[in-house]
């Protein structure tokens, strides 16, 4: 409308708290996140497992009943739970490898960052924001399937199991959110510096699998066991190991591990932030 007629007012109602305001980039992510029938065919599948452990849970409680107890009964404890969480984890880093990239390049590539940041939005609001998908999406297929499987398996073994199993769950939490954040920060790091999604999806399982192929190159030539310190799923699993109380042999002590996973995630965080930006100096 012309200026001159005075008819402009400003908005007078109510604003949004500053605390929750990184949720509206949560939210337009959100929409255009399962448009891919592929995406969301994955994600069901990433239930099929965790359906057939409940399956299991309650089978193994009822054996009783079909005299089948020494036949085929096994134990429900930290070895169970623990696999639970390496096979489910696997699944969400396919699915990262499928929704991370498309996060925070298309900003980028667009030069939609100077939109976001010249508005009261602060860098890291904005990275909680879109890490904030990734966060919730994992953890439909982690630690909130395994913990409907421990507290099913509390209710047919009795509280007293529960109470003393009850670090299994604070496992299943911790040792989810470990690997969710470490993953989540490494794919929208590769995102941020590669700007095309299918290369950052690619460069993604490299990095996973070549970290390990490197580690272990490392090992050999060097006779030692710090080259684990490069490969983030064997830092995640010494951790796992840890918190699942597994007797296993660990290649390097959970000290050093949660040493490497905190390194490892400041450095994704730092390249973050190099690209985070409202404005971007070409030379």
Same mark, same amino acid.
């Given at each position: 409308?012309?200026?001159?007629?005075?008819?402009?007012?400003?908005?007078?109602?109510?604003?949004?708290?500053?605390?929750?305001?990184?949720?509206?980039?949560?939210?337009?992510?959100?929409?255009?996140?399962?448009?891919?029938?592929?995406?969301?065919?994955?994600?069901?599948?990433?239930?099929?497992?965790?359906?057939?452990?409940?399956?299991?849970?309650?089978?193994?409680?009822? @054996?009783? =009943? #079909?005299? +089948?107890?020494?036949?085929? /009964?096994?134990? *429900?404890?930290?070895?169970?739970? &623990?696999?639970?969480?390496?096979?489910?984890?696997?699944?969400?880093?396919?699915?990262?490898?499928?929704?991370?990239?498309?996060?925070?390049?298309?900003?980028?590539?667009?030069?939609?960052?100077?939109?976001?940041?010249?508005?009261?939005?602060?860098?890291?609001?904005?990275?909680?924001?879109?890490?904030?998908?990734?966060?919730?999406?994992?953890?439909?297929?982690?630690?909130?399937?395994?913990?409907?499987?421990?507290?099913?398996?509390?209710?047919?073994?009795?509280?007293?199991?529960?109470?003393?199993?009850?670090?299994?769950?604070?496992?299943?939490?911790?040792?989810?959110?470990?690997?969710?954040?470490?993953?989540? @920060?490494? =794919? #929208?790091? +590769?995102?941020?510096?590669? /700007?095309?999604? *299918?290369?950052?999806?690619?460069? &993604?399982?490299?990095?996973?699998?070549?970290?390990?192929?490197?580690?272990?190159?490392?090992?050999?030539?060097?006779?030692?066991?710090?080259?684990?310190?490069?490969?983030?799923?064997?830092?995640?699993?010494?951790?796992?190991?840890?918190?699942?109380?597994?007797?296993?042999?660990?290649?390097?002590?959970?000290?050093?591990?949660?040493?490497?996973?905190?390194?490892?995630?400041?450095?994704?965080?730092?390249?973050?932030?190099?690209?985070?930006?409202?404005?971007?100096?070409?030379?």
């Amino acid at each position: 409308m012309a200026v001159y007629k005075r008819t402009y007012r400003g908005y007078s109602g109510t604003a949004t708290p500053a605390w929750s305001r990184f949720l509206v980039l949560f939210r337009y992510s959100r929409q255009n996140l399962f448009r891919s029938k592929l995406l969301a065919t994955l994600l069901n599948l990433c239930f099929i497992f965790p359906i057939l452990c409940l399956l299991a849970i309650y089978a193994n409680d009822h @054996l009783s =009943a #079909l005299g +089948l107890v020494g036949q085929f /009964k096994f134990k *429900i404890d930290g070895h169970f739970f &623990l696999f639970f969480l390496s096979f489910q984890s696997s699944l969400a880093f396919i699915l990262t490898a499928f929704i991370g990239p498309g996060l925070v390049s298309p900003d980028l590539a667009n030069g939609a960052l100077t939109l976001y940041l010249c508005r009261p939005i602060t860098r890291n609001e904005y990275l909680a924001g879109k890490m904030s998908v990734l966060a919730i999406v994992l953890s439909w297929v982690t630690w909130i399937p395994g913990l409907i499987l421990f507290f099913v398996q509390a209710s047919l073994s009795g509280w007293d199991w529960m109470l003393k199993n009850f670090w299994i769950a604070t496992g299943l939490v911790l040792g989810s959110w470990i690997w969710i954040l470490s993953i989540a @920060l490494l =794919a #929208l790091a +590769l995102s941020a510096w590669v /700007k095309w999604r *299918i290369a950052a999806g690619a460069l &993604l399982l490299g990095v996973l699998f070549m970290g390990a192929g490197f580690a272990q190159a490392i090992n050999r030539v060097l006779q030692t066991q710090q080259g684990y310190l490069i490969d983030i799923s064997k830092l995640t699993n010494i951790i796992w190991q840890d918190l699942f109380h597994d007797s296993a042999e660990r290649a390097m002590p959970a000290g050093e591990a949660w040493l490497g996973i905190l390194l490892f995630a400041g450095l994704c965080y730092y390249l973050l932030m190099k690209k985070i930006r409202a404005n971007e100096v070409v030379r």
